[in-house]
T-cell receptor, first 115, second 111 residues
Framework: GAVVSQHPSWVICKSGTSVKIECRSLDFQATTMFWYRQFPKQSLMLMATSNEGSKATYEQGVEKDKFLINHASLTLSTLTVTSAHPEDSSFYIC???????????FGPGTRLTVL | GNSVTQMEGPVTLSEEAFLTINCTYTATGYPSLFWYVQYPGEGLQLLLKATKADDKGSNKGFEATYRKETTSFHLEKGSVQVSDSAVYFCALKRAGNMLTFGGGTRLMVKP
């Protein structure tokens, strides 16, 4: 099946700094990618839809100025957490649709810890 | 709006036991329904899906039937193995390929 990678797999940063997370489709092109946030022992919450060549679409309640999304190419989307705070600590997961209808491939996730 | 509710875990079973993880949904119309599995340290993987009422999705011994009358999509397996230990997520597809997930259910299978 198709493979989606994320980098880094984990990151620790200081409060107030910015962190960039990459999501890559390794063997297919993705005009759309999705970014999710997963809290400990909780479900995935869709944050935004990343669109190649246009602005991302954010879910209600997600601060677009804080979570900057750039879909730089057909195989790369980045999520930048700006001015990170401890409450931004979470597991961030991306996905991309490919192949048969209703099929999405998920990255392994990035654990962000803000001190 | 759309939502998915699944039973809270953890669910602890002995090997070869019967598994049921309940999932109900609220949605406009008849969305496609999915079960995803997340093994430790790995990304979510599609386990099975059903796209219309009365469809049965199946994979690796797991089954789930799309029941519109009860708005349910319960996951079942007749005989679980230790290797089935993972977190299972029920989900529905909204417009534009977006997924709404349930809270996840951790399954632990003991030898």
């Amino acid at each position: 099946g198709a493979v989606v990678s994320q980098h880094p797999s984990w990151v620790i940063c200081k409060s107030g700094t910015s962190v960039k997370i990459e999501c890559r489709s390794l063997d297919f092109q993705a005009t759309t990618m999705f970014w999710y946030r997963q809290f400990p022992k909780q479900s995935l919450m869709l944050m935004a839809t990343s669109n190649e060549g246009s602005k991302a679409t954010y879910e209600q309640g997600v601060e677009k100025d804080k979570f900057l999304i750039n879909h730089a190419s057909l195989t790369l989307s980045t999520l930048t957490v700006t001015s990170a705070h401890p409450e931004d600590s979470s597991f961030y997961i991306c996905s991309a649709p490919s192949g048969p209808p209703d099929t999405q491939y998920f990255g392994p996730g990035t654990r962000l810890t803000v001190l | 709006g759309n939502s998915v509710t699944q039973m809270e875990g953890p669910v602890t079973l002995s090997e070869e036991a019967f598994l049921t993880i309940n999932c109900t949904y609220t949605a406009t119309g008849y969305p496609s329904l999915f079960w995803y599995v997340q093994y430790p340290g790995e990304g979510l993987q599609l386990l099975l899906k059903a796209t219309k009422a009365d469809d049965k999705g199946s994979n690796k011994g797991f089954e789930a039937t799309y029941r519109k009358e009860t708005t349910s999509f319960h996951l079942e397996k007749g005989s679980v193995q230790v290797s089935d230990s993972a977190v299972y997520f029920c989900a529905l597809k909204r417009a534009g390929n977006m997924l709404t997930f349930g809270g996840g259910t951790r399954l632990m299978v003991k030898p």
